[in-house]
């Protein structure tokens, strides 16, 4: 019993023991120690999650934190939007499909024939992008935009302007054309009135002025159970942001018929087809007009009248006379398809280049992972070396606190930051030249090369060029005190 007794004692005393040893332990019982190694440890496990962060950025999944995707969500200019030339995706188990090709043409060529055919897909898609025109600078594409209401069966139509982008072909730069850059607000618009059933108001590019500064467009009214009821030339002109409107000249039309024919045009149905801007007088756009009386066309002369809507003019009422108009706009075309053995060669260049890019890919994501742990272990280490200095001068700031008075510690613990400091810079000196000599030693193999392979060594060409511009700039020297 006394030997129980005497163990159980025993076991008492070796756990006091320990537990006074704990609490002699300097690191368990002051808690700065305990709070900077908890920091560090928060920090180094950061740094981690950075660098494992980065590592799955390499292959974005989409999912991401509440900040980044209200970052990504704020609106951002479409202007600034790069355009790329939209390329047709073949399916996979097609052998050839043939690629278009394209060309740029006159737009309006012959005078007066660019029209708009809208067909059934506007009743389905109910807005469509009719075909532009580009300016003799190539600086600017001018389109309509066509709007169908399904409640009325009306059509109205805005016309809109998309910069070209600079720094590639012609060609490219009009594929390119992106509606996303387009002005913001249209250079001229139809009524969107619907209180007419099937009523259609579009409008359609004609053609530039010979300096792109101005443009020609016509206005179509009419009804798709009934037919066009008149026509209206208009024109835009891009330096004073405004535009014209030129219905003044079917008003000198019918004004002539009545006065000089006694033919009423009201009562019949006519119109008129605008042509272009005279090639004589560039600051004129050239009209011809026709009435629909019976089965064949009457022809009611070649008219002109100033681009700003004033001083309509007769031209010539030949029918047989062809007025000259200029054709400065210019479109894009397709232009046959590409050949099936090009094709096939193409193809086989892109599955090379596709092999190329993808070994180009691994390997930049293995070098990309390699640096992103490089700079993970580089800054563990600075923080571990940052850890173990403040270790070092809390513990040695404890040992002082023990020894001296608070006066006298902030002289002491000061006096210790500089020792410390000027130790530290010791040590990095060391290592600095540490490496310098291995850097030396490196450079002594290479003269050695230089040498075996009977060529000058580094060292001697570096001196023969120190001495040659010496050499140079003495003799310039030279001759300046002679000058």
Known sequence: MKKYRLLILILVLAVCIKGLACCANPFVKDKRQLELKYVHDVIKEDEGDKRDKKILELHPSGYMTVDEYEAL???????????????????????YVPKPLYTIVRYNDPPGSPELRLGKRIYFTRQINAQGVVSPDYSKLVYPAIYYYGDSA???????????????????????????????????????????????????????NYNGTKILLKEK???????????????YDFNTKTDYDLSAVRDAIVYFWKEYMDLNLDDNRWDIYPLGFDSKSPDRVIVQAFAFTGVKPVFLGT?????????????????????????????????????????????????????????????????????????????????????????????????????????????????????????????????IDKEQKQLDKIDDKLDKLYQDAGLSSKSEEGDEQQETGEGESSVTSGAQSAN
Do not use: C, H
């Not at 600075?382 to 070092?392: G, V």
């Not at 513990?395 to 002491?412: I, N």
């Open 73 to 95: 969500s704020e609106y951002k200019d479409k202007s600034t939007i790069e355009s790329v030339i939209p390329k047709i995706e073949a399916p996979s188990d097609f052998m």
């Open 154 to 208: 009306t059509v109205a139509a805005d016309v809109f302007v998309i910069p070209l982008e600079d720094g590639d072909t012609n060609l490219n730069k009009i594929l390119k054309a992106n509606t996303a850059k387009r002005w913001t607000d249209p250079i001229l618009s139809t009524d969107k009135l619907i209180d007419n059933y099937a009523a259609f108001r579009t409008i359609t590019p004609v053609d530039f």
């Open 303 to 431: 008219w002109s009248i100033d681009s700003k809507g004033s001083q309509s003019r007769l031209v010539s009422f030949d029918k047989n006379y062809i007025p000259e108009v200029d054709s400065n706009g210019y479109k894009v075309i397709k232009d046959g398809v590409e050949e099936y053995q090009s094709v096939k060669i193409q193809k086989k260049m892109d599955e090379n280049e596709t092999k190329f890019l993808q070994k180009q890919k691994a390997q930049q994501e293995k070098e990309a992972i390699k640096q992103i742990n490089e700079e993970y272990k580089w800054t563990v280490r600075e923080l571990d070396d940052n850890y173990k200095d403040e270790a070092r001068d809390l513990k040695k700031l404890r040992t002082l606190e023990g020894s001296t008075e608070d006066v006298e510690l902030q002289k002491a613990y000061k006096q210790y930051l500089i020792d410390q400091t000027q130790k530290d810079i010791e040590k990095i000196q060391k290592k």
């Open 221 to 235: 009214i009419g009804s798709s159970e009934d037919g066009i009821w008149e026509t209206i030339p208009y024109v």
